[in-house]
Each structure stands twice: as structure tokens, then as C-alpha cells.
């Protein structure tokens, strides 16, 4: 018989904040809040320039197949490709 183990989230939480190790066990992981930016830009924090860099065109390709969904995505830097991803 072969034995697995599965780890508890709980249990792990749970002791470690006992222990005082939960922010090392636990690292925050960071979040893009598109809310935030938005607001970020409509107080004037980030300006026309910061948001067109962060919102970066997107050349979407077609199934050559014509099939309904789309291949992969390429994101564009004026006119280079920076990479590709699929896309279901």
C-alpha cells in the first residue's frame, strides 16, 4: 500500500501562526486592482503615457481552421513581437 499526504491549508495557517512563521509560510501575493488603476488615473496619478503603457495593443488570430475561437494572442510593441500565449 502506498501512502499519500495532501496538505491541510488550514492546519498549515493555523500553526504557523502559532508559531509566528505565517508571514514566511504565507507570502502576500501582489494584485492588479484594475478599479484602482482607473481611479489612479482619474485623480492624475498616472498619466495618458503610464496608461498607454500599461495597456498594451493586442493582436488577437483567427482559428485558420475557421473555427469559432481564437488561437493565441500576441502582444505588440510597436510592431515587435514581446510574446505568445495560448489561448484556450
Same mark, same amino acid.
Given at each position: 500500500?502506498l !501512502? +499519500? /499526504?495532501?496538505?491541510d %491549508?488550514?492546519?498549515?495557517e493555523? *500553526?504557523?501562526? +502559532?508559531?509566528?512563521c /505565517?508571514d514566511?509560510?504565507? %507570502?502576500? =501575493?501582489? !494584485?492588479? #486592482?484594475?478599479s484602482?488603476?482607473?481611479?489612479? /488615473?482619474?485623480e492624475? !496619478? $498616472? !498619466? #495618458?503615457?503610464?496608461m @498607454?503603457s *500599461? /495597456?498594451?495593443? =493586442?493582436?488577437? $488570430?483567427? #482559428?485558420p +481552421?475557421?473555427? %469559432?475561437?481564437? =488561437?493565441? #494572442?500576441a =502582444?505588440?510593441d510597436?510592431?515587435? @513581437? $514581446?510574446? $505568445?500565449?495560448?489561448?484556450?
Amino acid at each position: 500500500m502506498l !501512502t +499519500q /499526504y495532501a496538505v491541510d %491549508p488550514s492546519a498549515a495557517e493555523a *500553526i504557523c501562526r +502559532q508559531r509566528g512563521c /505565517y508571514d514566511r509560510a504565507f %507570502p502576500p =501575493v501582489p !494584485t492588479l #486592482d484594475l478599479s484602482e488603476l482607473h481611479a489612479l /488615473y482619474r485623480e492624475g !496619478t $498616472l !498619466t #495618458d503615457s503610464d496608461m @498607454e503603457s *500599461i /495597456y498594451v495593443p =493586442v493582436e488577437r $488570430l483567427r #482559428d485558420p +481552421q475557421g473555427g %469559432p475561437g481564437l =488561437v493565441q #494572442d500576441a =502582444v505588440l510593441d510597436h510592431g515587435h @513581437e $514581446l510574446s $505568445l500565449g495560448d489561448v484556450g
